[in-house]
């Protein structure tokens, strides 16, 4: 089993920036696929950005490429989300994602594990 703890969330004007933090508890971290999802009322969960086991590949959604980076510190046992310009539409509640593999990074049903959630709000 994985545990999964979101934090970071919080209210921010358009245009500011946020760090989201996902703290595991598996020993087995550095080898599981860590991903991040969002899903705002009244919209179906939708993939944000994922990273591989290693780090050294990154995946990322149309819509928040170049303004969000993942990233994750294995001794940590942590992987973060860098939101930077950050606009109202990125409004939502954002969730931490692991599994030990994943073959289709954007579906949401690929990942056993989830964290309970963080809500991010984007003033306009």
């Known amino acids: 089993q994985v545990q999964l703890i979101e934090s970071g969330g919080g209210l921010v004007q358009a245009g500011g920036s946020l760090r989201l933090s996902c703290a595991a508890s598996?020993?087995?971290?550095?080898?599981?696929?860590m991903g991040w999802f969002r899903q705002a009322p009244g919209k179906e969960r939708e993939f944000v950005a994922a990273i591989t086991w290693s780090g050294r590949s990154s995946y990322y959604a149309d819509s928040v490429k170049g303004r969000f980076t993942i990233s994750r510190d294995n001794p940590k046992i942590t992987v973060y989300l860098q939101m930077n310009s950050l606009k109202p539409e990125d409004t939502a509640v954002y969730y931490c994602a692991a599994d030990s593999y994943v073959s289709n990074w954007h579906a949401a049903d690929e990942y056993d594990y989830w964290g309970q959630g963080t809500q991010v709000t984007v003033s306009s």
């Open positions: 598996a020993r087995t971290f550095s080898s599981y696929v």
